[in-house]
């Protein structure tokens, strides 16, 4: 299959200046093939439509007569021009902004084609198009592509430059689908789709170019993941874990608690892997506070005990300092040693702990990031557990796994996902779910208050913090700004130092230094700070028994999976605990979500409910899940087309001739190309 488009610079396009191909760059287009799959996010719809059938408020194109004269009116450098129209029998007025030079043009009798927002009452058209049928149409009567653009790439000339594109080098656009796939569902030739994706007759039209190009999206997607598995389950030269019963249970009692029937189902799933000889790749979800922490630790206790190291990976340094201390804690009596790398950890220190970890004299390291450096080096690693934002694409979970010779991979997710979707999703790991919570566990109260009622939360905090307890309070990222979103933090900061002299009020955010932000953490966590004002700093993962009270302002500027993950932050030891969704929703959408949160703290129950209220698109917000981004397709409304090209692709992949076949040739390029086998495994 050739690659050529992805060879040739957009520079090659006719009317692509140096100059112009740099601010494509900006978009991440660099070449042809990129161009051609920047695709639009709606169309503009220049077809014409008659007054008769056109509602006040919509935005439409109609052919008119000039009857009247332009009429102009100057406001310093800004200017608003009228004329009388005429459109079938019926007279209106036609107002441009800032369209001076049109006002010689507009002589009685011309036809012109106008598009804009049209006012009923006033029979108004503010007018954000025209052209004369006379000068040659471009766009009446036609539907036209809108791209997310921006700085000096205007509308028009994308559309331009994408339509010379499809000119100079359509008939390169090579297919990639076999053909069987292509017959059973009757879809268009690639070539065709992606042409009518950018360039369609009709909505209809663009809507079939778009089904097509989505499943073949979604079957790439499954394809990679599917191949990737098939590969690795096949070699059969994952790491071995040879741990037995016996040894694994006697840690087990040691906990300062009792397993639930989840937690014992989900460890024997992940020991079963372990011991397997292919590399295990597992996700293990469940809510947050359903105890998974303490499944890793099994885990990574089962992997020492095997005679291997294990690493555990986490998104922040607050969490990477929680995570050491516990499993210290853990291990301290069984004699297995853990050390800490993240991003803080310089100088004589850490060259101590990569010579401790390169040597083996190190058992477990907890880290950030800092963790697939080039510099870091195991001796044996035998397990690496990921927690939350890390959910690592193939190509960055092999990092991690080339720090060993193929170790066992846990990932760990606090977003509960609906089961069929994390399978679909997650295509190449398999997947444990924790459905319910550790005994004993208290169930978080959560109320929501309007603004006004403030004083009575203030009352409700100092209850609280007389008997002992401790209190967070959250600020939302509001601006764009992170300035502002320091200065709100800081000025609530204030009001909680004035509301309550006698308490020692902290605060926490994110232009602090990692050093600050552990010393803030660390005095909160031994009670010298009562009442922490945050912004989402702590959503994940941070450990607090004795706070018992979580606030959360602007509550309705939060989505329900955030919300949820805050309100897990507290409820962690044996005092009743009590979540306050401080808001004013303006929207139904908004106050349905405070209706949620009080309702249920179940948070696959929260998810569910989420993805009811949001719709599909904004569900996974990036930041949530980690669930991979598209171009066009999207994993949950596109659901139903995913799970087909899951079975689809399960199918090929279970195929010998997939491997070997000719006709295959541009999906096992399309994987080489992907690099998602490290080895030359597809000769």
Not at 107 to 127: D, F, S
Not at 314 to 331: D, G, K, M, N, Y
Not at 515 to 523: G, L, N, T, V
Request: charged residues 25%.
């Amino acid at each position: 299959m050739s690659f050529q488009l992805n060879e040739i610079s957009v520079k090659q396009v006719r009317g692509v200046s140096s100059l112009k191909e740099g601010e494509l760059h900006a978009f991440g287009i660099f070449t042809v093939k990129d161009l051609l799959e920047y695709y639009p996010y709606r169309y503009e719809d220049y077809r014409l439509r008659s007054l008769s059938e056109v509602k006040s408020g919509d935005k439409i194109t109609i052919q008119a007569k000039v009857i009247g004269i332009p009429v102009m009116q100057r406001y310093g450098s800004k200017s608003r021009l009228s004329c009388k129209m005429m459109a079938e029998e019926r007279m209106f007025t036609a107002t441009w902004f800032n369209r001076p030079f049109l006002r010689d043009q507009l002589t009685a009798g011309r036809e012109i084609i106008l598009n804009g927002k049209w006012e009923q009452q006033r029979m108004q058209l503010t007018v954000s198009d025209s052209e004369f049928p006379d000068q040659g149409v471009k766009r009446g009567g036609t539907l036209q592509p809108v791209y997310s653009i921006g700085a000096k790439i205007t509308q028009t000339w994308i559309r331009k430059i994408i339509a010379q594109a499809l000119q100079q080098y359509g008939d390169l656009i090579p297919e990639i689908l076999p053909q069987d796939i292509l017959q059973k569902y009757k879809m268009l030739p690639r070539k065709q789709a992606i042409s009518i994706i950018h360039l369609p007759e009709d909505t209809k039209e663009g809507q079939r170019g778009r089904q097509r190009m989505v499943y073949e999206e979604l079957f790439l997607f499954q394809l990679k993941m599917q191949a990737y598995r098939a590969v690795t389950r096949g070699r059969m030269d994952g790491v071995v874990h040879t741990v037995e019963n016996a040894v694994v249970r006697e840690f087990v009692r040691s906990l300062p608690f009792e397993l639930t029937d989840a937690q014992k189902k989900v460890e024997l799933e992940i020991l079963r892997d372990m011991r397997a000889t292919y590399c295990m790749n597992r996700l293990l979800q469940g809510d947050v506070g359903s105890g998974k922490t303490i499944i890793a630790a099994i885990a990574l206790y089962a992997s020492v005990r095997s005679g291997f190291q294990g690493a555990l990976m986490v998104p922040t340094e607050i969490l990477a300092e929680q995570h050491l201390r516990s499993l210290v804690r853990l291990f301290e009596p069984f004699g297995i040693s853990v050390g800490l790398l993240t991003g803080s950890v310089t100088g004589r220190k850490r060259k101590d702990l990569l010579a401790s970890l390169q040597m083996g004299m190190i058992d477990v390291v907890v880290g950030t990031h800092a963790l697939i450096q080039d510099e870091v080096f195991f001796r044996n690693l035998g397990l690496v557990v990921t927690d939350e934002q890390h959910r690592f694409g193939v190509n960055q979970r092999s990092v991690l796994r080339r720090k060993g010779y193929n170790p066992d991979v846990l990932t760990m997710t606090a977003t509960p996902i609906p089961r069929t979707l994390a399978i679909t999703a997650f295509g190449d790991m398999d997947v444990s779910t924790i459905t319910e919570r550790p005994k004993g566990r208290i169930p978080i109260t959560t109320y929501w208050v309007k603004h006004s009622l403030m004083d009575r939360v203030l009352g409700f905090i100092s209850k609280e913090v007389d008997q002992g307890r401790q209190t967070y309070l959250i600020c939302p990222l509001i601006e764009e700004s992170e300035k502002i979103d320091v200065q709100n933090v800081i000025d609530l900061h204030v009001q909680m130092q004035q509301a309550f002299p006698s308490y020692r009020v902290g605060i926490l955010h994110g232009r602090m230094t990692p050093a600050e932000k552990e010393e803030i953490m660390q005095a909160f966590n031994n009670n010298e700070v009562q009442l922490l004002v945050s912004t989402t700093v702590v959503e994940v993962g941070v450990d607090v028994p004795n706070a018992t009270l979580m606030i959360i302002m602007d509550a309705d500027r939060f989505g329900l999976s955030q919300l949820h993950q805050l309100r897990g932050r507290v409820g962690r030891g044996k005092h009743a605990s009590f979540c306050i969704l401080i808001a004013d929703p303006k929207s139904e959408i908004g106050q349905e979500r405070m209706q949620v949160m009080t309702e249920t703290d179940d948070g696959f129950e929260v998810s569910r409910r989420d993805l009811d209220l949001r719709g599909p698109g904004d569900f996974f917000g990036t930041k949530q899940s980690g669930l991979p981004e598209f171009r066009l397709a999207d994993m949950v409304s596109d659901f139903a087309v995913l799970e087909q090209a899951r079975d689809d692709v399960s199918v090929l992949v279970g195929d010998a001739s997939f491997w070997t076949s000719a006709s295959y040739e541009p999906l096992r390029n399309y994987l080489q190309q992907e690099e998602v086998f490290q080895e030359n495994l597809m000769d």
